[in-house]
């Protein structure tokens, strides 16, 4: 089987494809660019290098969110309509659950983490069990402080991912104190391979009814859901 990975959920570009067991090609940037107009292109070029063609894929794997909520928009929209064009499997994957896939060789708990601003944070927590990535608390909004806390609370070490990690390296080592490990530079970009790898094990889903998860509203949106009621 190969399968397409594609993550445009943040300021990381990540393409990838995987051969069964083997990534035979993978694109990353980090950079504040517009996706719209790098994502194709990428795409194009590494099928290309792969000596591939769309035809050539059997399974379409994407990065759903939460993340930019343009971002994740572009990466659903472009892996809706391939999927739907080559009518081949798509599976949608949590973008902080390919993050945390980076933590693989880290005993104790990880928490990858995208800055929401307004000391709020998108987040979650994943462990490795048996070289599985086990989901122990669901992706979430909420304040770092809060979540901090409640990491506090289970006495374990925590390595945090992303690459706003340094956003908030200052309040995360103040609460946590040696309970907490930043990962190193080279483990705060999302891996497309790593969000591949993850789709792959997982059961497709109807190419309709995928949708993004932004995990909270826009903040235009709920102001206007506001003013309905």
């Known amino acids: 089987m190969r399968a397409l990975a594609i993550d445009t959920t943040n300021n990381v570009l990540g393409i990838a494809i995987l051969e069964a067991n083997k990534v035979i090609g993978e694109y990353i940037t980090n950079l504040k660019k517009n996706h719209s107009v790098r994502a194709m292109p990428a795409i194009e070029q590494l099928l290309k290098e792969c000596d591939l063609t769309p ?10 969110g939460p993340g930019s909520y343009t971002g994740v928009r572009i990466g659903v929209s472009i ?7 080559l009518n081949i499997p798509i599976v949608g994957v949590s973008s902080l659950e390919a993050l945390a896939a980076n933590g693989k060789f880290f005993n104790g708990v990880i ?10 944070v998108y987040t979650g927590l994943y462990r490795y069990s048996e070289d599985n990535l086990v989901t122990i608390e669901e992706d979430c909004n909420l304040l770092l402080t809060e979540w901090l806390e409640k990491l506090k609370e289970t006495g374990e070490q925590v390595l945090f991912l992303g690459n706003d990690v340094s956003i908030h390296n200052e309040l995360i080592k103040e609460i946590l104190a040696e309970k907490a490990v930043i990962g190193s530079m080279t483990l705060h970009n999302p891996r497309p391979s790593e969000l591949g790898m993850i789709g792959m094990k997982k059961i497709a889903t109807d190419v309709h009814s995928l949708v993004p998860n932004y995990i909270r509203l826009a903040e235009a949106e709920a102001k206007w859901l506001e003013q309905q009621k």
Request: proline share 4%.
């Open 79 to 85: 892996a809706k309509t391939m999927a739907w064009s």
């Open 111 to 120: 928490s990858p983490l995208f800055d929401a601003r307004r000391g709020q």
């Open 55 to 64: 035809k050539d894929l059997d399974k379409i794997v994407v990065a759903t």
